[in-house]
């Protein structure tokens, strides 16, 4: 008899839409491919319900939207030197390569830079 067992544990830090395509694709390999054998059937029933139960908490998470939200706070200094040389849109690129912030963030982070000058 060949014993073959795999277990995979996923530490990430995703955001909510990201989180179900990964419970999604765990629970259909687990569907798919974990009743072969004398004891795996127990085994991945558990795996199943384990994997509901994350994606009840997944479901309870913030939307992505949040999640994407980054503290720019520490970058006005540096947003403010940028916008007396360069060009707006220039400024809002070179935000998101540094902080990885979305665009709407740095637009608005900005907007709120000139209404406090």
Known sequence: MI?????RRYDAVVC???SFALLRQTTLHCALFGWWGYIAPFVNA??????????????????SADCLMVDLSEETAYAQALLEGK???????????????????????????????
């Open 16 to 18: 909510r839409a990201c």
């Open 46 to 63: 558990y795996c199943l319900v384990a994997n509901a139960i994350e994606g009840i908490s997944a479901w309870r998470m913030k939307d």
């Open 87 to 117: 060009p707006f849109d220039v400024v809002v690129e070179v935000l998101c390569e540094r902080t990885g912030a979305p665009p709407a963030q740095i637009i608005a982070f900005l907007s709120q830079i000139d209404a406090t000058a």
């Open 3 to 7: 014993v073959v067992f795999t277990y």
